[in-house]
C-alpha cells in the first residue's frame, strides 16, 4: 500500500520506520527542513514511562497553585483549559490512576519490545544512559507516590526505596543537605537522545526509499476521493493558497502532527480532550565533572528530569498551562523566566554544581496531551485515516510501540496489545 505519513518528529519517523519494515511503500511529509525540530527537539530523555513518570495520577499537579509545583498554571477564564485541568485531576485518585495505567502499560511492554528490536537490527547508538532517580523532598510527597511504587511491583519494574543516605551513596551528586525524604531507584529503565534518534531512524529509512518531502505543509486531508490524498503547501506562504494545488494521492494517512493532529483529523467532539502543553528545557555544559550524575536524576513531583548527554547536562519538564487560543502565540517573558526558573532552581536543588546553567540554551515548545493522559493511537471512523499523537511530555519511546500498532492496523493485522487498551487510546473515545 501508499502510505503517507503527516509528521517528520518521533512518532511520524518511528511510524515510517514500521510502515516500511511491513512493506508499505512510505511518503513522509514535514513543514521543517530537517526532522526532530518540534517536540521531539526538546524531549527531555526518559526512553519509556514508569507509573512515576507519566504526566497523570497522584502525584502531578499535586499543588499546582504554590511554589512547590512544576506546572506553571494559567488558565484565565477560559472554562476548556479548566475542565481539562479538572480532569486530569480525578485521575489523582489512586484507583482512577491504577485503571488508567493499566489501559497503558500494554503500549509499554510493546514499546520495549519494539525498540529492542530497533537497537539489535541497527546497531544505533543514541546516547543511551541507565539508571532513574527518582527523588523527593517532603515526607508527604513520598506518601503521595506509594500508589505509583505500588504499580512498579505489580507491572514487574524492579524498584528499590531508598533513603536519603542511600540515595547519596548510589548517586553522589545529590547532596545530603538539606535533607530530604528518599527517593526511588528504577536501575534499569534509560534516557536517550530522542533527537539523535529520530534522525539516525530517519537517514535509515532514506537510504531503504522511503520518500521525504520536507519544508512542506499539508494544508488540508481530502478523504472524499478513490483514493486518500493531501494537500500540500510551502510553510512560508502562510494562509495565501496558490492558484495551484498540489496533491498527493495513498491508500492510507497516518497524522503524527503533534499539536497539528486535532486540526487535520477533525471530529473531535470535546474541545477540552486534547491541549497543547508548553514544555521547557534546559541543555547546559558541564561545569564540573567530579558533580555530574552518572544517573538521571528526576524530581517527580515537579516532574523535572535531569538528564547527562555526553559534555552536556539537559533538564526539561516546567510545563506552562494556557488556553489553546494562546498556544500559537509566543509565551509571555514573565511566564517564560518563571518556566526556566523551575529548572534552574531543580538543577541547583539536585545536582549542585553540575551544569554551566548561567550558559544553558533554553528551548520551548508545543506537546499535545489528553485529559486522561493517554495517547491518541489507532484507527477514526475513516478507514483510510490513522492517527498517533499525544504522547505527553514522558517517555519518547512510546511514539515507537504506537507506530508498531499503526503499522498492524493499516496491515490489516491485529495489533499485539489487548482491545481494551487500544479502545482506551482510540480517538473516538473523545
Known sequence: MDVIVIGGGIAGIATA?????????????????????????????????????????????????????GMVVKTGFDSAARDFIKQLAALRDPEAFAAQYAHLQPLVDLSRRVLADIESRLELDFEQRRGMLHVFRQPRELEDAQPAI???????????????????????????????????????????????????LKQVLEDDGVQFRMHRSVASVRLDGARAAVELADPSEGKKRRAEVELITADAIVVAAGTGTPGLIGGIRSASSLFPLRVHTLTAPVAYEERVPHLTVVDTIKRITMTRVNQRLRVGG?????????????????????????????????????????????????????ADGLPVVGATRHPRLFVNAAHGPAGWGLACGSAKVIA?????VTPDIPASALAAMSIERF
Not at 36 to 47: K, N, R, S, V, W
Open 17 to 69: 520506520c514500521q510502515l516500511h519494515a511491513a512493506g508499505h511503500r512510505v511518503c513522509v511529509i514535514e513543514r521543517h527542513a530537517t526532522v526532530a525540530q518540534g517536540a521531539t527537539y526538546g524531549q527531555g530523555g526518559a526512553l519509556l514511562p514508569s507509573p512515576l513518570d507519566v504526566w497523570f495520577g497522584p502525584t502531578f499537579m499535586a499543588s499546582s497553585r504554590s511554589k512547590q509545583s
Open 150 to 200: 505500588d504499580l512498579l511491583k505489580g507491572c514487574g519494574v524492579p524498584y528499590r526505596l531508598l533513603t536519603p543516605e542511600e540515595c547519596v551513596a548510589v548517586e553522589p551528586s545529590v547532596p545530603d543537605y538539606p535533607e530530604f525524604a528518599g527517593g526511588v531507584l528504577l536501575p534499569e529503565e534509560r534516557t536517550a537522545n530522542c533527537p539523535l534518534f529520530t534522525k539516525q
Open 318 to 370: 516546567a510545563g506552562v498551562f494556557q488556553s489553546a487560543s494562546k498556544a500559537d502565540k509566543p509565551l509571555d517573558a514573565t511566564l517564560a523566566r518563571r518556566a526556566l526558573d523551575l529548572l534552574g532552581q531543580g538543577t541547583h536543588d539536585w545536582i549542585p554544581g553540575a551544569a554551566r546553567v548561567s550558559a544553558a540554551r533554553a528551548w520551548d515548545g508545543l506537546r499535545l496531551i489528553t
Open 408 to 412: 498492524d492496523l493499516v496491515s490489516g
